[in-house]
């Protein structure tokens, strides 16, 4: 189901494009980035919130300062195409931690991609054989491990956003 696009002017882009890079920004802080005054400025952020723009935000941690230094991404493939088998397993994944992103996607041998972020191999070794498989539904799972994070970036494109 699509959802309905909110039309943004150029001083909400402006808005967005700095809570981007520091979702931590104080409201006078960003209102004098972008060029207004605070109240005016927290109005259109609550605006935001409100539409469902932002969606809520969140502080970026650096994975390998934590310990978690195996990325891997998952295919995964599925017995049955159904709507109650994908929510199964969508519901359980959405259970596990190591899973940062679970896609439903086509073009691939796959029904699913995942990135699952893991402190090493035995612990994903674990994940894999102890949890995902054990998911109903679950009849192929393909691992690719990162070797590195060529682009890692949050930030959507808003040049695209129409104004």
């Given at each position: 189901?699509?959802?309905?696009?909110?039309?943004?002017?150029?001083?909400?882009?402006?808005?967005?494009?700095?809570?981007?890079?520091?979702?931590?920004?104080?409201?006078?802080?960003l209102?004098?980035?972008?060029?207004?005054?605070?109240?005016?400025?927290?109005?259109?952020?609550?605006?935001?919130?409100?539409?469902?723009?932002?969606?809520?935000?969140?502080?970026?941690?650096?994975?390998?300062?934590?310990?978690?230094?195996?990325?891997?991404?998952?295919?995964?493939?599925?017995?049955?195409?159904?709507?109650?088998?994908?929510?199964?397993?969508?519901?359980?994944?959405?259970?596990?931690?190591?899973?940062?992103?679970?896609?439903?996607?086509?073009?691939?041998?796959?029904?699913?991609?995942?990135?699952?972020?893991?402190?090493?191999?035995?612990t994903?070794?674990?994940?894999?054989?102890?949890?995902?498989?054990?998911i109903?539904?679950?009849?192929?799972?393909?691992?690719?491990?990162?070797?590195?994070?060529?682009?890692?970036?949050?930030?959507?494109p808003?040049?695209?956003?129409?104004?």
């Open positions: 189901m699509a959802a309905k696009q909110v039309s943004l002017d150029r001083l909400d882009q402006r808005i967005l494009d700095e809570l981007q890079r520091d979702g931590g920004l104080t409201n006078q802080q209102a004098e980035r972008v060029g207004l005054s605070a109240s005016p400025c927290s109005r259109r952020v609550r605006a935001l919130e409100d539409a469902g723009v932002i969606r809520r935000r969140v502080t970026l941690l650096d994975h390998r300062k934590l310990g978690l230094s195996l990325t891997v991404i998952v295919l995964i493939g599925m017995d049955r195409h159904t709507p109650e088998r994908f929510a199964s397993f969508e519901e359980q994944v959405a259970a596990y931690p190591e899973v940062q992103e679970c896609y439903l996607i086509t073009g691939q041998e796959a029904d699913y991609q995942l990135k699952v972020v893991v402190p090493d191999m035995d994903y070794q674990e994940f894999l054989l102890n949890r995902l498989t054990r109903p539904g679950v009849s192929g799972v393909h691992s690719s491990f990162v070797l590195r994070r060529v682009i890692d970036n949050t930030e959507l808003l040049a695209y956003v129409e104004s």
